[in-house]
């Protein structure tokens, strides 16, 4: 009796365990709405291109084996996706170079000797000190979109030398990126709604030849997507010049400039939009070109509200040896003569306009708090001129703050603090009394007599 007792009880626990095994075979190989993209055994569905860097099959993932003497390497869908949800996991070993996937990509056919050159929007891997893994960088195009410096908290996401889980969302001119299930990227395009995904492996030097690169569990979404949702103090990065999405909107955004009219703009001179010197053409609050002198033709623009706590982003073009400039704390109670007095986000052509090499130790350079801290962020993220360019300058309730070029942060310093008052009682300002401390001020945006052309001009005072 207790044998059979015993027996039954064994029997039925096997079956139970058989039932759970077999629904858990079944959830993993047929999840709703989930492709593999990876049969775990061929390459089907897949080719190389672009360098000559090795791509094989080990154990449950594809490796890429990094080579000396040949291009950036990929391993590209031979089908093109729209909007997807694409999730994988990936190893890189060392921390001496980089990989990616690339999201919408497309391939230059004749170059790389005919293999062909990958373009196209790619999610970071980065395990350097750098640690912007997870960002956009536009492969073989524009360069970096949104670099970690815009989410500082997600630069510990990565795990050096292990499998990271990463998941990307494509959906409509929206990509957004999480590693480790940590929130990172979130970027709004105009480009490229359709395009193959990729695997990168990176050129490297000679010293890092057969390091590997391990992508596993890669599988694609392409109908009833749906959004994990993305924090609000996530910086969203949004190329629709003027335009604002609901996200944005719901974290407190604004517009200072709608792109077709001067509305919310003044001249330093009075309450009315100068008559001359500034136009607005084509989505873009324009100052022309003049004499170069100081405020000498239109004059100097200021917002008509104050602002003391924001996150002021802007993108600007220079014309070749153009000089203006993004002025905040500006007050007008100095009653200066040309431009008013405020701290100012430097906008300059550094190759040809002569201010670039005035000032001490490069502190009139683009990017710069104009004649007080040089800018140090790489070099990589101007533009060239006749481009656009993304600036960003971030105050906070402690009075710290923040330039940005392109998404890189270029320099950081705290309003009255010691040493602020050592550079100001050394620079042009030493004279204002309390220069660039008070509670709140108006934004500015400077005539110096050349063209700059300036647009999506946006603010959060909410933060």
Do not use: C
């Not at 536009?138 to 997600?154: F, K, M, Q, T, V």
């Not at 949702?229 to 990065?237: L, M």
């Amino acid at each position: 009796m207790k044998r059979n007792t015993l027996f039954r009880s064994v029997l039925m626990a096997a079956m139970i365990g058989n039932t759970f095994l077999s629904h858990a075979q079944i959830n993993k190989s047929t999840e709703i709405g989930w492709i593999n993209l990876f049969d775990g055994k061929t390459l089907n569905g897949w080719k190389s291109v672009g360098g000559k860097a090795p791509y094989s099959i080990e154990g449950d993932a594809i490796v890429g084996r990094m080579t000396k003497g040949t291009p950036n390497s990929f391993l590209i869908t031979e089908k093109e996706y729209g909007d997807f949800i694409l999730e994988l996991d990936v190893k890189l070993e060392g921390s001496q170079t980089n990989s990616g996937i690339q999201t919408r990509s497309h391939l230059d056919p004749n170059a790389n000797d005919g293999r062909g050159r990958v373009y196209g929007r790619q999610v970071e891997i980065d395990p350097s000190s750098r640690a912007w893994t997870g960002g956009i960088y536009d492969e073989a195009r524009r360069g970096w979109i949104y670099p970690l410096d815009l989410n500082e908290n997600a630069k510990k996401a990565y795990k050096a030398e292990e499998y990271n889980h990463v998941r990307i969302e494509a959906i409509g001119d929206e990509l957004r990126t999480w590693i480790n299930d940590v929130p990172v990227s979130y970027v709004v395009d105009t480009i490229d709604r359709t395009g193959f995904i990729g695997l990168q492996v990176h050129s490297i030097p000679s010293e890092l030849d057969g390091k590997k690169v391990y992508f596993k569990n890669i599988k694609i979404k392409t109908t009833d997507l749906t959004s994990k949702g993305f924090p609000k103090d996530v910086y969203i990065v949004n190329l629709k010049p003027n335009e604002l999405i609901d996200a944005e909107r719901k974290n407190g955004v604004k517009l200072l400039f709608d792109g077709k009219t001067n509305s919310g703009w003044r001249s330093i001179h009075g309450n009315k939009f100068p008559d001359r010197g500034w136009e607005v053409k084509d989505g873009q609050l324009t100052v022309l070109k003049s004499d170069g002198g100081e405020s000498t033709n239109g004059g100097d623009i200021v917002t008509k509200d104050k602002y003391s706590v924001f996150d002021l982003s802007f993108e600007f073009k220079l014309s070749p040896g153009a000089n203006s400039g993004v002025k905040y704390f500006v007050t007008l109670k100095e009653k200066s003569k040309g431009s008013a007095i405020g701290l100012e986000y430097q906008v300059l052509d550094d190759a040809l306009h002569p201010d670039a090499k005035l000032g001490r130790a490069g502190n009139r350079t683009l990017a710069s708090l104009y004649d007080l801290i040089t800018s140090d962020g790489e070099k990589r993220a101007r533009r060239p001129i006749g481009e656009w360019n993304r600036g960003r300058v971030v105050v906070t309730a402690d009075n710290r703050v923040e330039h940005y070029l392109n998404g890189v942060k270029m320099l950081s310093y705290k309003r009255g603090s010691k040493e602020f008052k050592e550079l100001v009682a050394i620079s042009k300002y030493k004279d204002w009394d309390n220069f660039g401390e008070a509670k709140e001020g108006l934004i500015l945006l400077q005539d110096h007599g050349d063209r700059v052309s300036f647009r999506s001009i946006k603010i959060n005072t909410s933060n």
